[in-house]
């Protein structure tokens, strides 16, 4: 029997405007401050004021839910509380 040769198609980047599907193996690049709800990560930001801002928004709408900022690189974590109401 004749042996076949595949060869594989090469990749030297992606079409203009196709973006790059992730996947467990490649993960995106994170920030230093993880946004958590419920201990579950949500988003990830470079700045500390960014993070609790979404943080913020979360807690004013969703108030019985756990929420906090983890700085990855000091590892320590902040719980934002909810905003005092009138």
């Given at each position: 029997m004749?042996?076949?040769?595949?060869?594989?198609?090469?990749?030297?980047g992606l079409p203009q405007g196709v973006e790059e599907v992730l996947s467990q193996r490649k993960q995106p690049e994170r920030?230093?401050?993880l946004l958590q709800v419920d201990r579950q990560t949500k988003?990830?930001?470079?700045?500390?004021?960014?993070?609790?801002?979404?943080?913020?928004?979360?807690k004013k709408?969703?108030?019985?839910?756990k929420v906090a900022v983890y700085d990855s690189v000091d590892n320590s974590n902040t719980l934002v509380e909810?905003?005092?109401s009138r």
């Open positions: 004749a042996t076949r040769q595949i060869k594989m198609p090469v990749k030297d920030g230093r401050f988003g990830s930001y470079t700045t500390l004021e960014a993070a609790k801002a979404a943080a913020s928004v979360i709408n969703y108030p019985i839910v909810a905003p005092a």
